[in-house]
C-alpha cells in the first residue's frame, strides 16, 4: 500500500496558478466515511481512457479532475477482468501527475440491458476467479477507489432480486475488505429516475446495510429528473445513515450542448443548482460522451441522447469551465482533500 498512502496524502501546490472562486454551495457535511474528503465536492468524468483525457484538457491543470469512471462485467469471467486492468492501468499510466482515482461501476450481468442480473450466482460463488482477479488489480494499480457495486441496482435492464443483489454486495465487499485493501470504498448506486424513482420502503429492500456501503450513489440525467422531489429525499435519506453521496453518472440526456445556452439552461444550471443546495453529496462523475457513437459503437439504443461532449459548444464548456473554477471542487491537484 506504501503507493496508496503517499498519494493520499500529497496535495500539489500550483504556484502562479488562477485562485479558485470563492463559493456559494452550501458547506458540505461530513460523515468520516472512508474516503470521503472533510469539505468540498470530487470532481470525476468518464467513462473511456480517451473521453476523460478530453475532458481533462478542457480544464487548466489545477482544476482537472481526479476521478476517472470505468467499468467492468465481473460476470465475464477472470480473462475479460485481466484485460481491462491492463487496459485502465495503461490509461493511469498516460496521466501520470494528474493523481487520477478511480470510480469503478462493477456490474454482475450476463447480456446488455436484458434483465439477465447474475447476482445470486456471484454470492454463490460462481465468479470467485473473477473477483480475486480484480481485487488483484485494485491492489496493483493501488489507487484511491470507489467501487459501485451492482450500480443502478433496482433498474428493470439489470434484473437483480433485492435478496440476490444485497448477498452479492455484501459478498464482493468482504472478498475487499478480507484483502486488506484500505483505499477501496463502497458505494450503493441507485438508478433514481431512470428505473422510475422507486418507492422508498421497496428501495430499501436492496440496501446491504450501513456496515457494508461506505457511500451512497444515485445517476441522474434527464432534465426532469433533476428537480424532482424524490432525489431530495433521497439525499435526505443518506444523511440519516450518515453516508456522504456520489452522482455516479451525470449526462443532459435528450439535451446535449449543442444549442448552448439553452442547453445549460435546461440540464446543467439545474445539476449544479442541485449540487449547490444539498450537502450530502461528495463527489460527481460527468459523462462527456457522444451518445449517438457510443450507441452505434456498443450496440445500445442511446440514440435520442444527444451529443454531451462540453468541447463540441463553447458556450457550455467556458460556462462549464467557470463552474468547476468554484472552491467547492476538488481537483487533481488536490488528492490530499481525500486522506483519513
Not at 488562477?18 to 472512508?34: H, I, T, W
Amino acid at each position: 500500500m506504501k503507493y496508496g498512502l503517499v498519494f493520499l496524502v500529497f496535495a500539489l501546490q500550483m504556484t502562479g496558478a488562477p485562485q479558485a472562486a470563492a463559493s456559494d454551495y452550501e458547506p458540505r457535511v461530513d460523515f468520516g466515511a472512508l474516503l470521503e474528503p472533510a469539505s468540498g465536492v470530487i470532481h470525476g468524468a468518464g467513462q473511456d481512457p480517451q473521453s476523460y483525457r478530453d475532458y481533462s484538457a478542457l480544464f487548466p491543470e489545477d482544476h482537472r479532475p481526479m476521478m476517472q469512471m470505468t467499468y467492468i462485467t465481473l460476470t465475464a469471467g477472470p480473462a475479460e477482468v485481466v484485460s481491462w486492468h491492463e487496459r485502465v492501468k495503461a490509461s493511469l499510466a498516460s496521466m501520470k501527475g494528474q493523481n487520477t482515482t478511480l470510480q469503478i461501476g462493477l456490474n454482475m450481468v450476463a447480456g446488455r440491458d436484458d434483465g439477465s442480473g447474475r447476482a445470486s450466482a456471484v454470492s454463490e460463488g460462481a465468479y470467485d476467479e473473477a473477483i480475486a482477479a480484480f481485487i488483484a488489480a485494485l491492489e496493483d494499480m493501488d489507487v484511491p477507489t470507489w467501487v459501485r457495486i451492482g450500480y443502478e441496482f433496482e433498474g428493470s435492464w439489470n434484473g437483480y432480486t433485492p435478496g440476490g443483489y444485497v448477498s452479492a454486495f455484501k459478498y464482493i465487499t468482504d472478498r475487499i475488505r478480507e484483502s486488506g485493501l484500505d483505499n477501496v470504498a463502497t458505494v450503493w448506486c441507485s438508478a433514481g429516475g431512470s428505473a422510475g424513482f422507486m418507492d422508498f420502503d421497496q428501495l430499501m429492500t436492496y440496501y446491504p446495510g450501513d456496515e457494508y456501503v461506505d457511500w451512497w450513489g444515485v445517476d441522474t440525467f434527464s432534465p426532469d429528473e433533476l428537480t424532482n422531489p424524490w432525489l431530495d429525499e433521497f439525499y435526505g435519506l443518506a444523511a440519516k445513515h450518515r453516508k456522504p453521496v456520489m452522482i455516479g453518472e451525470a449526462t443532459p440526456r435528450y439535451v446535449g450542448v449543442i444549442k448552448g445556452q439553452q442547453s445549460w439552461d435546461r440540464w446543467f444550471q439545474p445539476f449544479f443548482d442541485m449540487v449547490r443546495k444539498h450537502p450530502e453529496i461528495k463527489a460527481i462523475s460527468y459523462i462527456n460522451w457522444d451518445w449517438v457513437y457510443w450507441s452505434d459503437t456498443l450496440g445500445f439504443s442511446w440514440h435520442d441522447w444527444e451529443d454531451a461532449r462540453l468541447q463540441m459548444n463553447d458556450r457550455v464548456r467556458a460556462l462549464y469551465v467557470e463552474e468547476m473554477a468554484d472552491s467547492v471542487w476538488i481537483h487533481a491537484p488536490e488528492a490530499g482533500r481525500i486522506s483519513r
